[in-house]
């Protein structure tokens, strides 16, 4: 275990070589599992008062669950999660050439919102788990992103480098550096 203030950080995040492989796994996280992508509570206001904006960049489908329910739903542990479609793709997935995407992201790179998607989302394969006394940062081991640990290998990358823009974006660049120095 590798600790960073109150964060400790699974080894694997330093030792296991990952790197998202869209073509292969055609964005599988977002359509797979059974509950929507964590959301923390401040995530739940930010998307409220940005779905009028978001909305034009999503399907029908997400639109009408995002309407009915609401942008949030609860999984079984009672946690916030991302709404789904019929029990499957997340209300915001949208389709690039078969590529599973998001629109909350999309509406981010056309700069309609200043809000760029749920940090479990950008962080994913971590998953953060909080406790009363510190937050513990963990690979979240799944087939379907075998391809991206067989190009992670190939290209060399450390999951901790490939997901260094969603750490710093969850920790910032100075507790990132100390994780830098701590791996070394």
Same mark, same amino acid.
């Given at each position: 275990m590798i600790? %960073?203030? @109150?964060?400790?950080?699974?080894?694997? *995040?330093?030792?296991?070589?990952?790197?998202?492989d869209l073509e292969k796994c055609a964005g599988a996280c977002c359509v797979e599992g059974d509950a929507g992508a964590p959301l923390e509570e401040e995530e739940i206001s930010l998307l409220e008062d940005r779905i009028d904006e978001i909305k034009p960049f999503m399907r029908k489908e997400g639109i009408e669950v995002?309407?009915?329910n609401g942008i949030f739903d609860f999984d079984m542990a009672?946690?916030?999660?991302?709404?789904? %479609?019929? @029990?499957?793709?997340?209300?915001?997935? *949208?389709?690039?050439?078969?590529?599973?995407?998001c629109a909350i992201e999309k509406a981010w790179e056309?700069?309609?919102?200043?809000?760029?998607?749920?940090?479990?989302?950008?962080?994913?394969p971590i998953r953060i788990t909080k406790n009363e006394s510190f937050e513990a940062?963990?690979?979240?081991?799944?087939y379907i992103c075998q391809s991206a640990c067989t190009l992670g290998k190939k290209l060399q990358?450390?999951?901790?480098?490939?997901?260094?823009?969603?750490l710093i974006r969850k920790y910032g660049k100075e507790w990132?550096?100390?994780l830098v120095k701590e791996i070394g």
């Open positions: 600790i %960073i203030g @109150d964060i400790m950080v699974s080894e694997e *995040i330093r030792d296991i070589r990952f790197c998202c995002v309407e009915k009672g946690d916030y999660v991302t709404p789904l %479609i019929k @029990d499957k793709d997340c209300a915001f997935v *949208i389709y690039n050439d078969g590529v599973a995407k056309e700069k309609k919102v200043d809000f760029q998607k749920p940090i479990s989302c950008h962080l994913y940062v963990n690979y979240h081991k799944w990358l450390p999951m901790y480098q490939f997901l260094k823009e969603p990132y550096g100390k």
